[in-house]
């Protein structure tokens, strides 16, 4: 059995939380490779809407295992938060959830120090969400962190005050005022409720389930271009969203990836700060907003939209190694006259369809116009009902990329999910 990769190929919020929740049902395990609280999937069926944030987008599956691996890190008080929430949907995790022994943990202090770099930061803020990610992650790359796994520790308390004197010092030298009293006991609350959970040694426990035909789907979070190494940096998250994250993230071997499902919207959206080409700020943007319900899972914030960047799209496909696509909320675009897609970029007054080491203002979008399909798409249920329109939108994707889309999505719940039959 090889291990299926599913990720995002924009800037995160491409749906990747429902995706997985209607492809579930195909796997007997799902691990999240990377990220942290900061990532919300949302997954809406029956008329329910649910956001998850560290806790895998299967756990409503209920024969299924998930897993959060290595790659993450986690707030014991988000998680504990979310779980409990899970619970009151009968959603058993403590039976269903596993938690990598090398998860890192997130401390009082890594969310006190994110707010304190950002505010140092003045005028060019990154757009943090403030949840301490990227400060867990500077301490797992320093060899500072603390891990799931040292919770069972006779010594866990004597390793956090160490920690916590860290970050004191630093922070004392960004002179930052806070309070750490209230959020630290919460802290240590929910680190005894995180000792409920099953800690386990997760890259055995994945590499025995493949030994043992197990097949496995690996849910990644944001997005291709905000990975650290190959986004838009410095206006990036602080893992690697792509797919080999996956394999370091979960502790499985290049050889053992299989599909790699790459999920993009039929337009682009980015929450934050950082560039973005095809972006929109007229009457257009603001319909996209609308019409797409463009406000973050988490942090409610309202994102920024634009047309879809094809150019931006090879490039994170390229990445990846992306076999097949999954195209969601395009019946946003339903009502449209004409929909455009960015196949080139004008830099210094040279074109070119390559992604280049910068996106800055000197990095211009060429576009390609379509006559919209102006179709209600929500009832489809076949990919025969698509109009013609929105057919060519599809194969004008697919040629210019090379891969097939596997997928559309014409609506936020599990039921509005097309299979395109004649493309695996």
């Known amino acids: 059995m090889k291990v299926d990769v599913l990720l995002g190929l924009q800037w995160g919020d491409e749906g990747k939380g429902k995706v997985v929740d209607v492809l579930t049902p195909q796997y007997d395990l799902v691990a999240r490779f990377q990220g942290g609280p900061n990532a919300g999937h949302t997954l809406v069926f029956n008329g329910h809407k649910q956001v998850l944030r560290s806790v895998p987008s299967g756990i409503f599956q209920d024969d299924k295992i998930n897993i959060i691996g290595n790659g993450v890190v986690l707030d014991p008080i988000l998680f504990r938060k979310e779980t409990e929430e899970l619970k009151t949907k009968n959603v058993n995790v403590v039976t269903k959830l596993y938690i990598s022994k090398k998860a890192n943990l997130i401390l ?32 797992k790359i320093s060899r500072n962190g603390l891990r799931a796994g040292d919770i069972l520790a006779a010594d866990f308390h004597d390793k956090y005050s160490a920690a916590k004197s860290k970050h004191e010092r630093i922070l004392a030298s960004l002179n930052y005022s806070y309070d750490i009293a209230e959020l630290e006991k919460e802290w240590f609350d929910a680190i005894e409720y995180l000792k409920d959970f099953k800690l386990i040694d997760s890259e055995n426990f994945i590499n025995n389930a493949l030994k043992d035909n197990k097949s496995i789907l690996a849910e990644g979070a944001q997005g291709t271009m905000l990975d650290v190494d190959f986004g838009s940096y410095p206006f990036v998250t602080s893992s690697n969203t792509v797919c080999a994250g996956a394999c370091t993230g979960m502790g499985v071997a290049p050889k053992n990836i299989g599909e790699v499902y790459g999920i993009f919207k039929a337009y ?114 076949s990919e025969n009902e698509f109009p013609e329109e929105f057919n060519d939108y599809i194969s004008f994707i697919e040629e210019e990329t090379g891969v097939p889309v596997y997928i559309v999505s014409v609506g936020p719940d599990r039921e509005q999910t097309i299979k395109l039959e004649d493309r695996d």
């Open 108 to 139: 009082p202090t890594h969310r006190i120090l994110d707010a304190a770099y950002e505010a140092a930061k003045g005028d060019g803020k990154i757009g943090t969400t403030g949840k301490g990610i990227g400060p867990a992650y500077t301490d």
């Open 268 to 381: 682009c959206t980015r929450v934050g700060s950082g560039p973005f080409p095809t972006e929109l700020f007229d009457e257009t943007g603001e319909e996209l907003r609308k019409k797409g319900n463009e406000f973050g899972a988490v942090t409610g914030r309202p994102r920024r939209c634009g047309w879809l960047d094809l150019v931006a799209l090879k490039y994170a496909i390229m990445i990846n190694g992306v076999t097949k696509l999954i195209m969601m909320k395009s019946d946003v675009m339903d009502d449209f006259d004409v929909i455009k897609i960015c196949t080139s970029y004008n830099i210094n007054g040279n074109t070119t369809e390559e992604f280049p080491y910068e996106l800055n203002d000197a990095v211009v979008p060429e576009y390609t116009e379509f006559q919209g399909w102006k179709t209600d798409m929500t009832a489809m249920t």
